[in-house]
């Protein structure tokens, strides 16, 4: 069965870190683009970040540049968001999500054919 699930999410302090996991199985992640997504209570679902098959082309939004690092280890089945210098702004359910085959990065959900469960990052003092 193909599953993604993500995990590390939690409560952090503005200024504290957080590395949130997206575990595959029942497929190879290798041969496809990962995004990240995050929605907020009663806004869009916004794309976060993304990297590519090999994991050579990666793309953040905006507001995440230089903060966050997404990564990848074909060998684990895994991908990975290293955020830093979090915000309250960033408090969300953060989604991974698998792109349609032959599919590149794309910050459209309408890009991604499967999606986890999500896990919760909460940025309060």
């Known amino acids: 069965q193909l599953r993604l699930v993500e995990s590390g999410g939690g409560l952090v302090q503005p200024g504290g870190s957080l590395r949130l996991s997206c575990a595959a199985s029942?497929?190879?992640?290798?041969?496809?683009?990962i995004g990240w997504f995050r929605q907020a209570p009663e806004k869009e679902r916004e794309g976060v970040s993304c990297?590519?098959?090999?994991?050579?082309?990666?793309t953040y939004a905006t507001s995440v540049k230089g903060r966050f690092t997404i990564s990848r280890d074909n060998a684990e089945n895994t991908v990975y968001l290293e955020m830093n210098s979090l915000k309250p702004e960033d408090t969300a359910v953060y989604y991974c999500?698998?792109?349609?085959?032959?599919?590149?990065?794309?910050?459209?959900?309408?890009?991604?054919?499967?999606w986890g469960q999500g896990t919760q990052v909460t940025v309060s003092s």
């Open positions: 990297i590519s098959t090999s994991g050579r082309v990666t």
């Open positions: 029942g497929f190879t992640l290798d041969y496809y683009a």
């Open positions: 999500a698998k792109a349609h085959p032959g599919y590149g990065c794309t910050f459209s959900p309408a890009g991604y054919a499967s």
